[in-house]
């Protein structure tokens, strides 16, 4: 289940990273071409609130997002319905940076599931009902 402190922890980070390293690379500019330095900061600050955002975006189509492994199945289910996926198709469960984790499917299909306070756990049960379910 997406946690909303997982998505201000990870939006905080992404966004101070993206203001530094926009800042680092509005002051190489500014020397280069010669410009004045006023200009980089309110830059920086309105790109990094537009990736911001578009964050704030894409949590509201997660934060309904619920998960569950049930009787060989990992169960989706969002406002738009429910998805069952046979854990025999899931090849490979992979962590991500974002607290995420990547499902590889056997037709080559990758699923998210993001915002998860604990994805090392959600990782290790999915591959245990995948060894229990074979």
């Known amino acids: 289940m997406p946690t909303r402190a997982v998505f ?3 939006s905080l980070m992404t966004g101070a ?3 530094g390293m926009l800042v680092i690379v509005g002051l190489a500019v500014s020397a280069v071409m010669d410009l004045p330095l006023f200009w980089t900061l309110p ?3 309105m790109m990094t609130l537009g990736f911001f955002i578009d964050d704030s975006l894409r949590w509201r189509a997660h934060k309904y997002d619920r998960w569950e492994i049930a009787e060989g199945h990992l169960l989706h289910a969002d406002l738009e319905g429910t998805l069952t996926i046979p854990l025999a198709e899931i090849d490979e469960v ?3 940076l974002g ?3 990547i499902l590889q499917l ?4 990758r ?3 993001r915002y998860l ?3 090392e756990h959600a990782a290790r049960d999915i591959r245990a009902r995948m060894r229990d379910a074979a």
Request: charged share 15%; net charge positive; hydrophobic share 50%.
């Open 99 to 101: 607290n995420r984790v």
């Open 117 to 119: 306070p604990f994805p």
């Open 106 to 109: 056997s037709s080559g299909q």
């Open 8 to 10: 201000v922890r990870r």
């Open 94 to 96: 992979m962590t991500r």
């Open 17 to 19: 990273l993206t203001f």
């Open 43 to 45: 830059v920086a600050a």
């Open 111 to 113: 699923i998210a599931l």
